[in-house]
């Protein structure tokens, strides 16, 4: 799970959510469609795309499109009430504006020579830590033998930073120091990766904080020497609509395959996930969502029209839970479950699995119907660390067996951790709860559980 210093992170087109929701409120008591409760949510709705930094000419284009949809059904499904069948519309709308299916990318998997991935972008927009990211997905979820190369010349934080990422997810990196040609780089680390049993390379470039000749220049030659098998731009959704211009100044320049957006877990209006396939004609392929590096996902225009229109996102929720599953681990720990076994170092593994799936709020929020219940709910993902100071403080005798917290090692454990005995005695008192219910449940008792009566 993202370890982010932000406690609470707003969830990406939120504010367009509401919005829209305010839009079809417009039908609800109305028997039908008409073609004045049409118009007045095909206002709301053009609003709301505008106030989320959609371009006009792509929201009215947008709308134009819905409102067609909407007078042309208005005679038929009398038995749908009008404002779901305005939201099916919009449903359908979204998906297609955002490019209708997720689409791959050209790794190069299965040929003779590695495949070859340019990563372009502006400065500050994640490029380098996006490059890490997509290294661990391919090596994870792939199967394939990464070679990362620093081509950034420019900025030694960022030969760093990269350094630090391959080592973090066990991928090898290609880096020279003394030489500033990023085409000759590239050229150099495409032969080493051939010579080394490398499948595909990912080449991480320089970036400027605006368009300029220079980098265009650059990145192009970069291109022209590399060939490589895929081209993608990686933009900050959270400049809005300057990153829908700022993509098709580079597509305009270099022809990239495909859009990776990310920091859309920040407080993000939604425009460039809205427009930037409709601007440049590219789709969108990967979304950046958090730190950490399992924190990228393929992009899904359905799955992400669900969660505009707040309808959760369960098929990416149980994507994210299987990638975290251990069977064998599952087995063991069901075993100490019914011996009324589980321990802390147990609860530790468990917490960490969640960890990696994502921050508490954005997953919750893929659940049908828990947007709307969450919205004023604040969920401090901070919280996990007190538990995880808590249980580290611990000796791993008091872990592995938490009938032998007495009072004493309750203090110590206190001082250990920076918190008061009371935090302490409830975190205890919460595991132990926690620990029954699951003792319970793994023997059948649900009916007792919940206060019920067996049969007799």
């Given at each position: 799970?993202?370890?982010?210093?932000?406690?609470?992170?707003?969830?990406?087109?939120?504010?367009?959510?509401?919005?829209?929701?305010?839009?079809?409120?417009?039908?609800?008591?109305d028997?039908?469609?008409?073609d004045?409760?049409?118009a007045?949510?095909?206002?709301?709705?053009?609003?709301?795309?505008?106030?989320?930094?959609?371009?006009?000419?792509?929201?009215?284009?947008?709308?134009d499109?819905?409102?067609?949809?909407?007078?042309?059904?208005?005679?038929i499904?009398?038995?749908?009430?009008?404002?779901?069948?305005?939201?099916?519309?919009?449903?359908?709308?979204?998906?297609?504006?955002?490019?209708?299916?997720?689409v791959?990318?050209?790794?190069?998997?299965g040929?003779?020579?590695?495949?070859?991935i340019?990563?372009?972008?502006?400065?500050?927009?994640?490029?380098?830590?996006?490059?890490?990211?997509?290294?661990?997905?391919?090596?994870?979820?792939?199967?394939?033998?990464?070679l990362?190369?620093?081509?950034?010349?420019?900025?030694?934080?960022?030969?760093?930073?990269?350094?630090?990422?391959?080592?973090?997810?066990?991928?090898?990196?290609?880096?020279?120091?003394?030489?500033?040609?990023?085409?000759?780089?590239?050229?150099?680390?495409?032969?080493?990766?051939?010579?080394?049993?490398?499948?595909?390379?990912?080449?991480?470039?320089?970036?400027?904080?605006?368009?300029?000749?220079e980098?265009?220049?650059?990145?192009?030659n970069?291109?022209?020497?590399i060939?490589?098998t895929?081209?993608?731009?990686?933009?900050?959704?959270?400049t809005?609509?300057d990153?829908v211009?700022t993509?098709?100044?580079?597509?305009d320049?270099?022809?990239f395959?495909?859009?990776?957006?990310?920091?859309?877990?920040?407080d993000?209006?939604?425009?460039?996930?809205?427009?930037?396939k409709?601007?440049?004609?590219?789709?969108?392929?990967?979304?950046?969502?958090?730190?950490?590096?399992?924190?990228?996902?393929?992009?899904h225009?359905?799955r992400?029209?669900n969660r505009?229109?707040?309808?959760?996102?369960?098929?990416?929720?149980?994507?994210?839970a299987?990638?975290?599953?251990d069977?064998?681990?599952?087995?063991?720990?069901?075993?100490k479950?019914?011996?009324?076994?589980?321990?802390?170092?147990?609860?530790?593994?468990?917490?960490?699995?969640?960890?990696?799936?994502?921050?508490?709020?954005?997953?919750?929020?893929?659940?049908?119907g828990?947007?709307?219940?969450?919205?004023?709910v604040e969920?401090?993902d901070?919280?996990?660390?007190k538990?995880?100071?808590?249980?580290?403080?611990?000796?791993?005798?008091?872990?592995?067996?938490?009938?032998?917290?007495?009072?004493?090692?309750?203090?110590?454990?206190?001082?250990?951790?920076g918190?008061?005995?009371?935090?302490?005695?409830?975190?205890?008192?919460?595991?132990?709860?926690?620990?029954?219910?699951?003792?319970?449940?793994?023997?059948?008792?649900?009916?007792?559980?919940?206060?019920?009566?067996k049969?007799?």
């Amino acid at each position: 799970m993202p370890q982010s210093a932000i406690p609470i992170l707003k969830i990406m087109f939120e504010n367009l959510q509401d919005k829209l929701d305010g839009a079809f409120k417009n039908l609800k008591g109305d028997g039908k469609l008409t073609d004045l409760n049409v118009a007045t949510s095909i206002k709301e709705i053009r609003r709301a795309l505008v106030g989320a930094d959609v371009n006009y000419k792509i929201a009215k284009e947008f709308t134009d499109k819905v409102k067609e949809q909407a007078l042309g059904s208005k005679n038929i499904l009398s038995a749908v009430k009008p404002g779901e069948m305005m939201v099916k519309i919009v449903l359908d709308e979204l998906v297609e504006l955002m490019g209708g299916q997720s689409v791959g990318i050209n790794t190069g998997k299965g040929t003779k020579d590695p495949g070859i991935i340019l990563i372009s972008g502006l400065q500050g927009s994640g490029k380098t830590t996006f490059s890490g990211k997509l290294a661990h997905f391919l090596k994870t979820k792939k199967q394939q033998r990464p070679l990362l190369v620093a081509c950034d010349v420019y900025r030694p934080a960022a030969i760093n930073q990269l350094t630090v990422l391959s080592e973090q997810i066990g991928v090898a990196i290609y880096k020279e120091v003394e030489n500033k040609n990023p085409v000759s780089i590239s050229q150099n680390a495409i032969e080493y990766a051939r010579n080394n049993n490398h499948d595909v390379v990912i080449v991480d470039t320089a970036g400027r904080l605006a368009v300029d000749e220079e980098m265009m220049t650059e990145i192009s030659n970069i291109k022209k020497g590399i060939n490589p098998t895929e081209t993608l731009f990686v933009v900050d959704s959270m400049t809005g609509q300057d990153a829908v211009n700022t993509a098709k100044a580079f597509n305009d320049r270099i022809d990239f395959d495909g859009v990776v957006l990310t920091k859309l877990d920040g407080d993000t209006r939604g425009g460039a996930a809205l427009s930037v396939k409709y601007t440049v004609g590219k789709p969108i392929k990967f979304a950046s969502t958090g730190e950490t590096m399992e924190t990228l996902d393929v992009f899904h225009p359905d799955r992400m029209a669900n969660r505009i229109l707040g309808m959760g996102d369960i098929v990416s929720f149980v994507e994210k839970a299987q990638e975290q599953f251990d069977e064998k681990e599952a087995k063991r720990l069901e075993k100490k479950i019914k011996k009324n076994k589980f321990d802390f170092d147990d609860f530790l593994s468990q917490l960490n699995q969640i960890r990696k799936m994502g921050d508490l709020k954005s997953l919750m929020k893929m659940i049908p119907g828990m947007s709307k219940a969450l919205k004023d709910v604040e969920i401090d993902d901070k919280a996990f660390n007190k538990v995880e100071a808590i249980i580290y403080s611990m000796t791993p005798k008091e872990r592995g067996n938490p009938e032998v917290l007495n009072m004493s090692r309750k203090k110590r454990i206190a001082k250990g951790c920076g918190q008061d005995i009371h935090q302490i005695n409830m975190f205890i008192k919460q595991f132990d709860q926690m620990k029954k219910m699951m003792h319970s449940m793994s023997k059948g008792n649900m009916g007792n559980m919940m206060g019920g009566r067996k049969r007799r």
